[in-house]
């Protein structure tokens, strides 16, 4: 795998400031940088590199301005970040090319529907009324339930499991071991103490582009649908629960857990675990930090929240300071109560 730079800015759209004709063979971080590779600058922590970095090539905002010599050629952009992202997806292909063809042995049922240029791995198994649409890619050992359906282009890794009824759009990707359709936690208390089983006879929808990452696992609803909207990232080890509606181009992060029937908008972002308790609402692009406990809904779009019980990002970092003071509080207080109890034996 070989470029000249001349045809990364190309795809980039990039103006460049340097040899257009240096080959690039590898991608690198800008610290570890080695000849023959490309790398970028987004970070304003890391500038100091791009003085000592042995990377041929280093892509840039457009606005940057050294202020010392450089040794590496320059690809200006507006983007720098999501531009290293378009050479990583060109990468990406090269190395996992799109397979095509049925493997054995596999499942596939006598009434289940397989587009063009799908990919079944070995050990797979399609059920009963399953509509896999073209381009598809399941690979070996993934479990597809009865009348599930696979939209176009969608990637399925090893492992995953699709419980029936649900239904997965266009241009997804689901990680190893993603389960998605496995019952919600609806037990009904009994007098006695046992439980008894709620049964969910719902489903999971989940619309185009989505990211889904591995042993994620996403709840049927109970009656109606759990939704995954347009665009939503999941990373790996989230659980989404049953009736939850997570908004368009949401991101969760890893070990975060959503309980039943919360509503989260569009364009929230979800520190990695953090806990949303059920039949809450978040506002759209609201922010939770790692590790917050959401215990009521948020309705006034766009802010930032932090802390169990989460308050408003600025006021629960005071609150942090306060609480990092308590000792010396305590002691000055201490010394302010000896000081009246003296004063009080004097009179």
Do not use: W
Not at 63 to 77: C, G, S
Request: aromatic share 6%; charged share 20%; with cysteine.
């Amino acid at each position: 795998m070989k470029f000249n730079l001349g045809q990364i800015a190309a795809i980039l759209q990039a103006d460049i400031e340097g040899d257009a004709t240096i080959e690039i063979s590898d991608l690198s971080k800008i610290e570890e940088g080695r000849a023959g590779s490309i790398t970028f600058l987004a970070n304003p922590k890391y500038t100091s590199y791009i003085y000592s970095t042995k990377a041929s090539a280093v892509i840039v905002k457009r606005d940057f301005v050294p202020q010392q010599e450089i040794q590496t050629t320059l690809l200006k952009v507006d983007d720098p970040y999501s531009a290293f992202s378009i050479l990583l997806k060109k990468v990406s292909e090269i190395l996992r090319p799109k397979k095509s063809g049925i493997e054995q042995p596999s499942y596939i049922a006598d009434t289940a529907q397989i587009g063009q240029n799908v990919y079944i791995g070995a050990f797979a198994y399609i059920g009963a009324q399953a509509r896999i649409a073209d381009g598809a890619q399941i690979y070996p050992h993934a479990y597809i339930g009865d009348r599930v359906e696979v939209g176009a282009q969608t990637v399925l890794y090893s492992g995953v499991k699709i419980y029936e009824g649900c239904k997965v759009g266009a241009s997804c990707m689901l990680h190893a071991g993603a389960v998605v359709g496995s019952d919600g936690f609806g037990f009904v208390p009994q007098e006695d103490g046992s439980f008894v089983k709620v049964p969910h006879t719902g489903n999971v929808i989940v619309e185009d582009e989505v990211e889904i990452g591995a042993n994620t696992s996403i709840d049927r609803a109970t009656i109606g649908s759990t939704y995954i909207r347009k665009g939503v990232k999941l990373d790996n080890l989230v659980q989404i629960a049953h009736n939850v509606e997570i908004g368009l181009h949401t991101a969760i992060a890893a070990q975060a857990g959503i309980a039943g029937s919360t509503h989260i908008g569009s364009h929230c972002q979800i520190g990695g675990q953090a806990g949303l308790v059920g039949h809450i609402s978040l506002a759209e692009r609201t922010k939770i930090d790692a590790q917050s406990g959401v215990a009521r809904s948020i309705k006034e779009a766009g802010k930032a929240f932090r802390g169990s019980p989460a308050q408003p990002y600025s006021q629960q970092l005071r609150s942090e300071i306060v609480f990092r003071r308590l000792d010396d509080l305590q002691k000055r207080i201490i010394q302010l109560e000896k000081a009246l109890e003296k004063i009080s034996a004097k009179d």
